[in-house]
């Protein structure tokens, strides 16, 4: 089975500006999250996709959403980029079923904003 | 408010040793929790898991050991490997809640 895909892999963005990625979970995987990774963060997580309905979210403003296609690919949107939106954007699939199914990761999406 | 600390950001140790990475938390209702490791430039690969109703985890090199009354839990390898060498996260998980805390992440350097 192909891993977790995600798209791009970099992204230089401007402040001000909106940016869109994408995350193709692993095939049968229903459940797909995303994450941010700051240097002294960890991995802060943003939201919880399964079968097209949010099931959680994180503690991000509003200018961060989501949504996730009838095929299980996610998206994910942040709207009016600051400079401290720069990080590494991780998204993670798994079956979809309790929280003891094993997440796997994607490569991240590594976004820079100047 | 960190729910889930990792205290040490580094640690390293010489190969065949025993490195022992350590994460507490704070949320009594974490009824799952697991170890990633990460390496530059890929995303966090899954290493071991533990439930809340035991207290060891083993699998091959890597073992988990969970202390509920301390809320702790510590990721022992043995013996240490070169290629160990990784950012090391815990995560833990309260049941319903579909989302994973992770700590701020150990960096482990196992020196040849």
């Known amino acids: 089975k192909a891993g977790v895909t995600q798209t791009p892999r970099y992204l230089i963005k401007t402040r001000g500006q909106q940016v869109t990625l994408s995350c193709s979970p692993i095939?049968?995987?229903?459940?797909v999250s995303w994450y941010q990774q700051t240097p002294g963060q960890g991995l802060q997580f943003l939201f919880e996709y399964f079968s097209e309905t949010q099931r959680n979210k994180g503690n991000f403003p509003g200018r961060f959403s989501g949504r996730q296609f009838s095929n299980s690919r996610s998206e994910m949107n942040v709207s009016t980029l600051e400079l401290g939106d720069s990080a590494l954007y991780l998204c993670?699939?798994?079956?979809?079923?309790?929280?003891?199914?094993?997440?796997?990761f994607g490569p991240g999406t590594r976004l820079t904003v100047l | 408010d960190q729910q889930v600390k990792q205290n040490s950001p580094s640690l390293s140790v010489q190969e065949g040793r025993i490195s022992i990475l350590n994460c507490d938390y704070t949320?009594?209702?974490?009824?799952?929790f697991l170890w990633y490791k990460k390496y530059p430039a890929e995303g966090p690969t899954f290493l071991i898991s533990?439930?809340?109703?035991?207290d060891k985890n083993e699998d091959g090199r890597f073992t988990v050991f969970l202390n509920k009354s301390a809320k702790h839990l510590s990721l022992h390898i043995v013996p240490s490997q070169p290629g160990d060498s990784a950012v090391y996260f815990c995560?833990?998980?309260?049941?319903?809640?579909?989302?994973?805390?992770f700590g701020t992440g150990t960096r482990l350097k196992v020196l040849a």
């Open positions: 533990i439930s809340s109703i035991k």
């Open positions: 993670a699939s798994k079956e979809g079923g309790p929280s003891t199914d094993t997440q796997y």
């Open positions: 995560a833990a998980s309260e049941s319903g809640t579909y989302k994973y805390i």
């Open positions: 095939s049968g995987h229903r459940s």
């Open positions: 949320n009594s209702m974490f009824d799952y």
